[in-house]
């Protein structure tokens, strides 16, 4: 059956909500390894929500993405720490959840 009102898709959820849990569990992994493959997952992550959000149409979205993959970039990482690069990871992670919530678009039917 087919309904009058239209239906929504939310490509973003999954790599919204997934790259918040690394963010949400960065502040553990500190220097090795793990905090490297949490800046990979947290760009790649970012760029793949700005994506998503371009194609919804909601381009203040991809900003905000677009500022969070330069800024935990892997290749060239800044070297950022402390308490404020601890609150900029939750203000990360829940950015990731909002845009995980709102970033939504109109189902096209094949």
Do not use: C, D, H
């Not at 992994?29 to 800046?39: C, D, H, M, Q, S």
């Not at 959000?53 to 290749?75: C, D, E, G, M, S």
């Amino acid at each position: 059956m087919t309904s009058s009102t239209p239906q929504f898709q939310r490509n973003a959820l999954a790599p919204g909500l997934l790259a918040a849990i690394a963010l949400f569990l960065s502040p553990l992994f500190v220097e090795g390894t793990v905090a490297t493959v949490i800046l990979f997952l947290v760009a790649i992550f970012a760029l793949i929500v700005a994506w998503y959000a371009w194609q919804a149409k909601q381009w203040w979205w991809t900003i905000v993405f677009l500022a969070i993959a330069v800024l935990w970039n892997p290749v060239y990482p800044f070297g950022f720490s402390g308490v404020w690069w601890t609150v900029a990871t939750i203000v990360a992670a829940l950015a990731f959840i909002s845009a995980a919530a709102l970033v939504k678009n109109e189902r096209q039917t094949p």
